[in-house]
């Protein structure tokens, strides 16, 4: 079968069929230069700031979804067979303003403005989720969104306001999903695509089959999943990354299934795409889940490329070796499987041979006695790298602690299990002594570094303070909210 | 003709930003937005990466090499002088020649066809250096000699030490207050299209379009009627687009001069917050001595600021120090001294507040000292240090406090936030629960307005009317989203009495309005305002004589009623009006002008009258602490601020929310941090933390008070509110102090340093609990 070698997709309401896309083109650089639709703003290029949120509609197997995502890091070649809805789509062709719009206006939620198209977004992506936010979830879905101008107070007023202007229903991505639905399927072709120029080659493997014999032709190509972190190689480092090989667009590699006494998740899963099955098995994990990153990044990032970037500092790592997730790789035909705690050799080496790629990670579910904690501190709560992450899983049997698997992450150069810690709990009573004497082991487990986001002593000390306050949380003889979560 | 009882926008209504629905649909264009005139290049900046060097060699040969390059700039480019200090220290060069003085400093520019090019270009320069031994922080600057980058000040009042050593309780401390970075969302900007001769016309985001035009001007070696600077909006400005966008300005000019092309400039995030100044950390050494009823008997303040490797504008920002080391107190005898260090760091620069707020939390880090040395709740310590009648009335640089009313305005809040009662079921909270703790703090602000360099104190506007009755409005401030245009125009409109959609409030341009000053200093409607108002009074005496001429009336018969003119008995629409007064040649334009009255500053003395009024605010902020992590939250937060009459309370409301959250930010999360080598670490949002939603207060009551006239003739009797309640921010830390306190039972002062990172949270419980 001959490649396609155009990326084909609707901006708003046109169809764009592009013939040459090279791996490194953002999805913004596209909008503001080469469509002149200057609405949406570059303020950081790396993700944190949502001033460049734009809606991406993909057509998966649960039918059309949209999310707000960062354009900046958002490669343009992976919004193939997609719907891109940018602030200029939403404003009415009399001219009236959208519902989001009006209430933003009548509550005073723009002063400089210049974040203003990107909290639009975002609200809009709420308001057609959850037509009556709370706060609560405001806040959640504004994760991503930064303002310097209003303290966010008149931007959360607007945001319960939206539907005395409209209803999801009447909005027009409801009134033309049927038609887009058509047109997006139309996009839809089995064929690799094979684009942009040589030295920046864009492929989109046809399937999980085809990405395993892609890689076996381009063995070190970049594997580009959700970009959180490839779109910064570019954007911020200026590293080529071509040729690349695109994984957003498979379906397959985005299941997240129970399987026995096991959470089996793709790769290619993005943290939001797990978190309903996570909820459900893993509820310890929910809390923390909204912690990863803003809204735009949990719905482009994807747990596979959490684990395969192999930072010393991702959030998912910690909290699935406690766990004890297992993941799968693949080469060609072949695959492997090895505990995650294994795949970290060092910092920036990871147990990934060429040509090879992380297909799926298997998490089993603890049993309704065990004990879980996922612990995440850093400079601010909210869209930020830990200092400290912690997951923590024990067993409790007869008051005697058994099976314990520590892991924290910004403790080392790789996520990693403090043995030392867990050896000093292991077959001994469940009781403050015991934890006390994990916390001093836990010295002996780390040699935490110094940087901006946390000093060395800090992050030990946090890091025992982890370990304590498990223990009281957990524990029944405490009478008093231990962390602030729970107050 | 319209039949209306009033008119649309009048002042001291909620009338919505003029821009809003332009930026709730992204079709307000800020400069990178508007459309480059054919064959434009873009321009990107090398910087140094060594903190301290002398500079040996410099080769861009890879950089001019690179693909789609066109040239460089270097200082051997520059026409004019190689200098942008604004003070005119000749300390700032555009490019150095000899030394690099900071890791990020601007060393040259790559013009190319794309951004992108420029940017890759920029990273091919081989620059040799010998390097330098290097001070990052005032401190170690001090002790290895280096000088002041400008003039330091001192203010003193009264005689400190026999007050010393006759106080019953004197207390010694050392505070340090770290800076901040802007993160205005729309980074530093400019575009240049060259013009005949030696023309050119730059449009930018500056809050300073005067000064950037004469840099430009004194850059490129030409009268400063040789170049016009534009700005329609700024995405944010903070103070960090006063005197920081000059270099942008500058090198996208002498590019497009060179080469006869528009060029464009944006440096990105990293850039910008490398190569741009910041809010100046300060180490602070106070020395209180006090009675045994908490009240001060004497003050001595050394303010050691890190202000980078020029004066900038770090003159002015320390001596605003000292201004508000007073907060609201009043100091029977004080000496008060600022260091301006220089240091190996980027320039220091101005940021809302301007030097203010490091000076408030000095006063109320000793009024905390004072509250856990006596064990008095520090609520009764601040009151009983107010400034009161004659007496306790005056300043440490000799101002009279005239318009005090904090003792209303903290009584109020005292009350409507229920502040003694949930402080003692804090304490109660406290005593039970082992690890999250609570704390409660109620903090004043007074603040000075006018800017204290005396002659930076005059706008000037101008006004059109077309023989329409359409009304064009221009004036010397910037909008960078505070409502400064809406509020002019309200003025404009209430003063014409015409609905506010009649006026079209046009950009900031040097060609309109002359010589004006930065909008700054919580200024723009004080100063703009006025200037608009004596526009627009100019026209209407013409008008008026015109009226009562034709008509044969007294001229107090001839009245502007909403949306009409009363000549008499003679109704007219307003566009009547207009057309009939043009058709008999009156004119129907008008500059205007204004000067604050009042004010003189003597600087070598230490005193005067720097300030027209003061405003003045206060918040209550309650937080809770997590003693295993020094994670912390706060629950609630209460405002009541003083805006005088206000023009607008929807939009002043606006203000005091978001300057409150950025003064929590500057205090809380937002942590600037060097590396051993100078390089700043924290330069983007992913490593430099400002406040999310999520990180707003639970419950946030803001109100204005409502009851505040200024006692001076201001427009409309209302207040500056641009900086005043950043300092509202300062309630957030002192509760956090509160809460670490209470692990010590609150017989000691934690002594938290700013920012309150969760780590110093739990450095400093950490600290009480072993009691060190």
């Not at chain 2, 520090?378 to 640089?397: C, E, H, M, Q, S």
Request: glycine residues 8%; proline residues 6%; contains cysteine.
């Amino acid at each position: 079968m001959t490649h396609r070698s155009t990326i084909r997709f609707i901006l708003n309401g046109r169809d764009i069929c592009l013939p040459e896309v090279g791996a490194s083109q953002t999805l913004l650089d596209f909008l503001r230069l080469d469509q002149r639709l200057t609405g949406t703003k570059e303020g950081c290029a790396e993700g944190d700031c949502g001033a460049c949120t734009v809606l991406v509609g993909r057509l998966g197997p649960q039918g059309l979804s949209y999310a707000p995502v960062n354009a900046c890091i958002r490669f343009l070649a992976s919004v193939d067979g997609c719907h891109v809805v940018t602030v200029e789509h939403l404003a009415g062709r009399d001219g009236r303003l959208h519902p989001v719009q009006q209430a933003m206006v009548d509550h005073h939620g723009s002063q400089c403005g210049f974040c203003t198209p990107g909290f639009v977004m975002s609200l809009y992506a709420l308001w057609m989720q959850v037509p009556e936010p709370t706060e609560a979830q405001v806040d959640t879905a504004l994760q991503g969104n930064l303002c310097r101008c209003t303290g966010y107070a008149p931007i959360i007023r607007a945001a319960q306001a939206i539907s005395r202007h409209g209803t999801p229903a009447a909005d027009h991505l409801s009134t033309e999903r049927a038609a887009i639905t058509e047109r997006l399927t139309a996009l839809k072709d089995p064929r690799r695509v094979v684009t942009g120029p040589e030295d920046n080659r864009t492929i989109l493997p046809a399937s999980v089959d085809d990405l395993a014999a892609c890689l076996l032709d381009h063995p070190n190509a970049t594997i580009v999943a959700g970009a959180t972190d490839v779109g910064l190689w570019v954007t911020k480092f200026l590293r080529p990354i071509g040729p690349a090989i695109f994984t957003g667009h498979l379906d397959e590699m985005k299941t997240v299934v129970q399987d026995g006494n096991s959470l089996r998740i793709g790769a290619g899963a993005s943290y939001s795409e797990c978190q309903t099955m996570l909820s459900r098995h893993l509820p310890h994990l929910d809390a923390y889940w909204d912690r990863i990153g803003g809204w735009q990044v949990r719905n482009m990032g994807t747990v596979g490329g959490n684990i395969a970037n192999g930072s010393p500092i991702g959030d998912t790592p910690p909290v699935l070796i406690a766990l004890g997730a297992e993941i799968t790789l693949r080469r060609g035909d072949a695959h492997r499987t090895l505990p995650l705690e294994a795949f970290f050799i060092d910092y920036g080496k990871q147990d990934r041979e060429p040509g090879e790629f992380v297909e799926s990670i298997r998490v089993p579910l603890p049993r309704p006695d065990d004990r879980n904690a996922a612990y995440k501190i850093s400079k601010r709560r909210d869209e930020d790298i830990s200092s400290v992450a912690v997951g923590i899983h024990m067993r409790v049997t007869g008051g005697i602690i058994g099976n314990a698997r520590i892991a924290f992450g910004g403790m080392a150069a790789t996520p990693k299990r403090a043995r030392a810690a867990e050896a000093a709990l292991n077959g001994q009573p469940w009781t403050r002594e015991s934890f006390e004497a994990a916390a001093r082991a836990l010295t002996g487990d780390f040699t935490p570094l110094s940087d901006w986001r946390a000093s060395s002593a800090y992050r030990m000390q946090a890091a025992q303070n982890l370990l304590r306050r498990f223990h009281m949380e957990h524990d029944v003889a405490t009478a008093t909210p231990v962390r602030l979560e729970a107050f | 003709m319209k039949d209306a009882v009033s008119i649309t926008g009048l002042a001291h209504t909620d009338r919505i930003h003029d821009s809003a629905a332009k930026h709730v649909t992204g079709r307000a264009d800020y400069t990178d937005d508007v459309a480059l005139p054919e064959g434009a290049l873009h321009a990107y900046l090398g910087l140094s990466d060594v903190a301290h060097a002398r500079i040996t060699g410099m080769d861009l040969s890879q950089v001019l090499a690179a693909p789609g390059v066109v040239g460089v700039l270097t200082a051997k480019d520059i026409p004019g002088v190689n200098d942008i200090s604004p003070t005119g220290l000749h300390d700032e060069p555009v490019f150095p020649t000899e030394t690099i003085q900071f890791y990020g400093q601007p060393l040259f520019a790559v013009i190319a066809e794309t951004r992108d090019q420029a940017r890759r270009a920029a990273e091919l320069a081989k620059v040799r250096y010998d390097p330098l031994p290097h001070a990052l922080d005032p401190i170690t600057a001090r002790e290895a000699g280096y000088p002041y980058v400008t003039a330091p000040l001192t203010l003193k009042r009264g005689d400190v030490a026999p007050a010393q050593a006759e106080a019953p309780h004197r207390i010694k401390g050392r505070m340090q207050v770290g800076g901040q970075d802007h993160m205005y969302l729309e980074g530093q900007i400019a575009f240049a299209i060259p013009g005949e001769d030696d023309e050119v016309s730059v449009h930018c985001s500056t809050q300073h379009p005067s000064e950037a035009q004469h840099m430009v001007a004194h850059v490129l070696g030409v009268p400063s009627n040789a170049v016009v600077v534009n700005v329609r909006r700024m995405g944010g400005g903070f103070g960090g687009k006063e005197s920081q966008m000059n270099l942008f300005c500058v090198v996208a000019a002498l590019a497009a001069k060179k080469w006869g092309r528009a060029v464009k400039i944006r440096p990105d995030r990293d850039q910008d917050m490398t190569a741009t100044g910041k809010r100046h950390d300060f180490v602070i050494d106070y020395d209180v001595a006090f009675d045994t009823e908490g009240r001060i008997l004497a003050v001595e303040g050394d303010f050691a600021a890190r202000c980078g490797f020029s004066a900038d504008l770090s003159g002015p920002v320390t001596d605003r120090a000292l201004f508000h080391a007073d907060n609201a107190y009043f100091y029977p005898a004080v000496r008060l001294q600022s260091h301006p260090m220089k240091t190996n760091t980027v320039s220091n620069t101005a940021f809302r507040g301007f030097g203010g707020p490091q000076g408030v939390i000095a006063a109320e880090r000793m009024i905390e000292e004072i509250a856990y040395a006596l064990g008095r709740d520090p609520l009764d310590i601040r009151k009983a240090n107010f400034y009161g009648p004659p007496g306790r009335d005056v300043t440490p640089y000799h101002q009279e406090v005239e318009d005090n009313i904090l003792g209303r305005l903290v009584g109020e809040l005292e009350e409507s936030a229920d502040y003694r009662q949930r402080r003692a079921e804090i304490i109660e909270f406290n005593e039970t629960s082992p690890v999250l703790r609570k704390g409660i703090a109620l903090t004043p602000v007074k603040f000075g307005i006018s800017f204290t360099a005396t002659w930076f104190n005059q706008a000037g506007a101008l006004v059109h009317v077309y023989n329409d009755g359409s009304i064009h409005l221009n004036h010397g401030g910037t909008e960078m989203g505070q409502g400064l245009n809406t509020k002019v125009a309200q003025v404009v409109a209430e003063a014409f009495q015409v609905d506010f959609e009649r006026i079209r409030i046009t950009r900031t341009t040097t060609e309109k309005v002359p010589n004006t000053s930065a909008t700054a200093a919580s200024s723009g409607s004080d100063l703009n305002g006025m200037a608009a108002l004596d526009a627009v009074n100019q026209i209407k005496a013409r008008l008026v004589a015109f009226a009562a001429e034709k008509w044969g009336v007294a001229p107090d018969a001839v009245l502007f009623r909403p949306n009409q003119v009363h000549v008499g008995a003679e109704v007219l629409s307003f566009d009547e009006f207009i057309r009939a007064a043009y058709m008999a040649r009156v004119q129907l334009s008008a500059a205007g002008f204004y000067k604050t009255p009042k004010i003189h500053w003597d600087r070598a003395k230490g005193q005067g009258r720097p300030f027209y009024y003061f405003a003045y605010g206060a918040a209550c902020s309650e937080v809770t602490i997590d003693t295993l992590t020094g994670e912390y939250r706060v629950d609630r937060t209460d405002i009541l601020h003083d805006v005088g009459r206000s023009l607008n309370p929807a939009l002043d409301r606006g203000q005091v929310e978001g300057a409150f959250i950025q003064g929590m930010g500057w205090l809380t999360t937002e942590e600037l941090w060097w590396d051993k080598g100078g390089r700043l670490r924290t330069h983007a949002p992913s490593t430099y933390k400002i406040p999310l939603a999520s990180d707003r207060p639970r419950v946030f009551n803001v109100a204005l008070a409502d009851w505040s006239e200024n006692r001076e003739l201001t427009i409309k009797r209302s207040k500056a509110v641009g900086e005043p309640p950043f300092m509202l921010g300062i309630s957030v830390f002192e509760a956090l102090s509160m809460a670490v306190a209470s692990v010590a039972d609150y017989r000691e002062c934690p002594r938290l340093d700013a920012p309150a990172t969760p780590e110093r949270v739990l450095m400093a419980v950490t600290r009480l609990q072993a009691g060190r």
